[in-house]
């Protein structure tokens, strides 16, 4: 709940396209399982605003789901060696440059042996990631400042975690209700698992844990997750070296939480100019070390810009949910109000002609 809660950008990696699970929603299996569990995945994280990242692409792919396993070594020699998964790992850290890296699960005996590879992977690649010495690729080095495990056992509930976990260094709260919707984080939770109907998940009155203890590896305890973290624009300019502007940019963002209609378009206007210029005005080390989080602002302001104006598409669709190589689709978008549409497609993809 990080994004809604406290405005961080959060990304889920996933290993497979779980193409070897089961499925109690219908006859799908493998490769179309793969694909139903993949679309089950991206619309759960829509749900709590978080990326998703896959680091294996199917049965054909060498890293896939050949069904329950509980070692990790078996699991990752089966993806082609550790180096395989370790490597896609690096290379995702360099390229979304994350603070947290947190796996969902310890690398225990009686866990999935997926779920331990993926741990296991995630914090070798966690020590390699800003080692020039590990080199995969052109990718800006990165350090991600923490690398947390889960600090509670899976014994009596999904699986039976033979170890103790790790002491807790934190723990992460989400009590009360999400402000802008009156939904509990609970609710919000269970919307969101409630997408994997093929794994039978989510349960709108269930009542869940509000604080979880996490471990942080090869670090001292904590009062909050995001301490030692940039805490906004603000902290970036006072603190970090960041350009002045972006001091006067978070004050121009905190009073448009309140603004509505041309109001709220003229401080988003402001607000853009800002950043450009905050932008430009970055010294080199400050753009090497935090030049993104200016970046991933300038696409927010972006959204809400075309939010605000009302520009936003209320409509963009395909005739084929699955297109092979070379094939053509029709994409519709359809803008609330009159507008000159310009595409930007994923890599592969391109614009024949338009209507």
Not at 84 to 113: C, K, N, S, Y
Not at 196 to 207: F, I, R, V
């Amino acid at each position: 709940m990080a994004a809604l809660r406290a405005g961080v950008n959060v990304s889920i990696a996933c290993s497979t396209r779980g193409e070897g699970g089961q499925n109690i929603s219908g006859p799908e299996r493998g490769a179309r399982l793969g694909l139903l569990r993949s679309t089950e995945m991206e619309r759960a994280a829509a749900v709590i605003d978080a990326d998703v990242h896959w680091l294996g692409f199917g049965p054909q792919d060498q890293v896939f789901d050949f069904g329950f396993s509980k070692s990790g070594e078996d699991t990752l020699a089966r993806w082609g060696g550790a180096d395989v998964m370790i490597g896609r790992m690096v290379a995702l850290f360099r390229e979304t440059r994350p603070d947290i890296i947190l796996p969902t699960f310890l690398d225990v005996p009686g866990q999935h042996g997926h779920h331990r590879a993926m741990t296991a992977a995630a914090l070798a690649a966690w020590r390699l990631s800003g080692d020039k010495s590990y080199h995969i690729s052109d990718a800006t080095l990165w350090d991600s400042a923490k690398f947390y495990l889960p600090s509670w056992s899976g014994g009596g509930a999904t699986y039976d975690d033979e170890l103790s976990p790790p002491a807790a260094s934190v723990t992460e709260a989400a009590q009360g209700v999400e402000p802008w919707t009156g939904a509990s984080w609970t609710a919000i939770g269970e919307a969101s698992r409630l997408c994997h109907a093929s794994q039978d998940m989510g349960d709108p009155l269930a009542e869940r844990a509000e604080s979880w203890a996490l471990h942080r590896v090869d670090g001292p305890d904590e009062s909050d997750l995001l301490d030692g973290l940039p805490q906004g624009l603000g902290d970036l300019a006072e603190n970090y070296g960041g350009p002045a502007r972006l001091r006067d940019l978070g004050a121009i963002f905190d009073a448009a939480r309140t603004l509505r209609g041309p109001a709220l378009l003229d401080a988003l206007g402001e607000a853009d100019r800002l950043l450009e210029a905050a932008q430009a005005a970055q010294s080199n080390p400050f753009r090497a070390a935090h030049g993104h989080r200016l970046a991933r602002q300038k696409q927010a302001l972006d959204h809400a810009m075309l939010l605000a104006a009302g520009l936003m598409p209320t409509r963009i669709g395909t005739r084929d949910a699955v297109l092979a190589a070379g094939q053509e689709t029709l994409l519709e978008c359809v803008p609330r109000v009159e507008a000159e549409i310009s595409y930007h497609l994923p890599k592969g993809l391109s614009v024949a002609g338009s209507v």
